[in-house]
């Protein structure tokens, strides 16, 4: 199918190279949706503003002109107040134990850097520093990516907007400039390469394949002779003549078309999969496209496919054009090397530029029901529109009538019974495809795979929920999940050594009886992102748990392993449980300080201690909480601490103090030497009894001296007592 075809070519949708032995490309697989097809409907008054409350009568459904029962409806109203429930920066240790967020928002930003001109990359990394910093609320989850596959980054807001912003600073454009004496516009490319010489009559335009505009080239001329007249003009191909002129013309559109047939491959599949991540999300769900746009491809019908797609989602496409206002005729004179300018060719290049070559992108936009903003300067202004008009919407449900097909285009219009109110809503649908059957992760004993695709890497998760749960900012919480993240000594050169620590509650699986054992299975995927390389690293494992019959199953932890270089990094956790399907998911975000010289590894706090070869050894666990009982064991390593010439070995003295949340000092450490362990490891453990400490807030700050150096580093720890039994 066209659509397996299309991802099976795409960056973003390739297993890594050592995997292709192993299994076929797998396009992904959307959820089937027979029964209740919705409609997002955005109702506007004559300022621009969203309408509130409305009811279901206020609203007429027509589906291929035939009005339809509206069987569902639901009014969204987020308003502008800001959620408090969020921390300004993510805390260590991330979970999806959390209360609902009725005024979260689910958006993707799609920057199609393959398609974007260097003079443009200024002013849309301007314009979204300034979007990022005003436009979202607190809960908001956001996921910023390009075509070109260099970023794939989701965060929730308003902790992550830091990381947002930083990865502007790697967007490139990808896309030659056009002032070459031989330039040759993406739209006279794709009229050369697929209609000419095909037919004698004159060239026009269609637009999806329905209405036909004026034609542009004047009759009895076509467009190959326009080039070879500008190109032999600018003595781009003057030696040659204009018949050898006209042959090095059609290769060349050729070779042009062939890449921009490959881009828009590109931005479809970029878009297919930000819709594909945000499928089973509930809530407003907006895809922002900032792109130069894409010409509507007869022989690349995709544009529909996805709108089909998106209806299954329920997302919204919007499309910003990122050139700004389009350069007047004058300015236009720079592309065809400052000669005198042929008034009918430079009108037919201001003709492409304003429409043809969005073409596609438009169109895109306005069946989803989304906005296509073109010709404005204000690109941080245009994205924030999007996001204010997502803040009041409806959510219109009925049954598609019988009589046409999976692949039929199904036209839509919703409207609204009261004077100058205006909606805007998608254009239509096609129905779902069946999906393929799901099947498991394959048992291993702990797959682990590296790629510099900046996209986490899902190619080993056939099972699409998982997959969708890897690409995506939102916390599945069907299966309740911890995870932190510690770093260590620097194992590989350039590297530290990460361990990501995940406690899962199994209460409340289905765990199968088998004799005097109950058994589950579990699928265990944990996905790396650095930011700033866009390196990836990936482990999936498949778990038997197995309890006693009689026990009620509870926490269990499992431990992971990356080797990740030195910056800001997020691991997503996914654990599914194979026969109900449960799952849940949740992001970890830290940073990796950069290795060598003096530093610390990141504290251990823990209520556990095992004893290995008549040590203590703090057992690590993805929480930090803890019940005001027993002791509370605190372990930090030191790395890079300077070894005395004498042959004494480091020479390293730490300290602590344990302070409430008034800054009062509860416990206090005097410094000491650290007593190197065998292997020559620089480690402090220090055990903290916790009888008589009250519930509440508390900070505990380590202090290590290297007495050879003099260099000085602390650490501060926050954790929570409670009384009752920490979980």
Known sequence: MLRSRMLAALWLLLPPPSLLAQQKPQAPVFPSAVELVTVDAVVLDPKGQPVRGLVKEDFALSEDGKVQEVASFEAYDLGRARQQDEPAWPSRVATN?????????????????????????????????????????????????????????????????????????????????????????????????????????????????????????????????????????????????????????????????????????????????????????????????????????????????????????????????????????????AAFGGRPPNPRELGLRQVERMSFEIEGSVALAEDTGGLAITNTNDLAGAARRVVDESRAYYLLGYYPPPGKGPRDWRSVKVQVGRPGLRVRARKGYTLPRPATSETSVPATSGKHQKSRNAAPPDSLSPIPDVSRALLNAHDADAIPLRAMAYVFDERKPGTARVLVAVEADLHGLPFAPGGSKARATLALTLASVHRDSGATSRSDQRIEVSLDAERTPGWSRFTREFDLPPGVAQVRVVLREEKSGRLGAVTTRFEVPPTGGLRLSTPILTDEVSKEDGRLQPVLQARRTFRAAGFLYCQLQVFGAGSDPQGGGPKVAASYVLLDHSGTVLRRGAPSLIAAAPGGSVVRLVGLPLEGLASGEYELVFRVEDKLSARILESTESFRLENSPAS
């Open 97 to 333: 134990v959390r209360t609902a967020r009725a005024g979260a928002r689910g958006f993707v930003i799609l920057v199609d850097d393959l398609g974007l001109g260097q003079q443009n990359v200024p002013p849309l990394v301007e314009a979204l520093a300034v979007f990022f910093e005003t436009a979202f609320g607190d809960g908001d989850e956001v996921t910023f990516a390009t075509t070109s596959g260099t970023s794939w980054w989701s965060a929730r807001l308003p902790g992550g907007r830091a990381d947002l912003t930083a990865l502007l600073g790697k967007v490139q454009g990808g896309k030659p400039g056009d002032s070459s004496p031989d330039f040759m516009s993406e739209w006279e490319a794709y009229r050369i390469d697929a209609f000419e010489g095909i037919s004698e009559s004159p060239v026009g335009i269609t637009t999806a394949g329905e209405e036909a505009t004026l034609a542009v080239v004047p009759p009895g001329t076509d467009l190959t002779g326009r080039v070879v007249e500008r190109w032999i003009g600018t003595h781009a191909c003057a030696p040659e003549g204009a018949r050898a002129c006209a042959q090095m013309v059609r290769m060349r559109a050729m070779e042009k078309n062939s890449l921009r047939r490959d881009r828009t491959r590109a931005v479809i599949g970029g878009v297919e999969r930000a819709v594909f991540s945000l499928t089973g999300v509930r809530g407003r769900k907006e895809l922002l496209l900032l792109s130069e746009g894409f010409l509507y491809d007869q022989e690349l019908p995709t544009v529909r496919a996805v709108a089909g797609i998106c209806r299954d989602a329920n997302v919204v496409v919007n499309f910003l054009d990122v050139r700004g206002l389009v350069a007047s005729i004058d300015e236009g004179t």
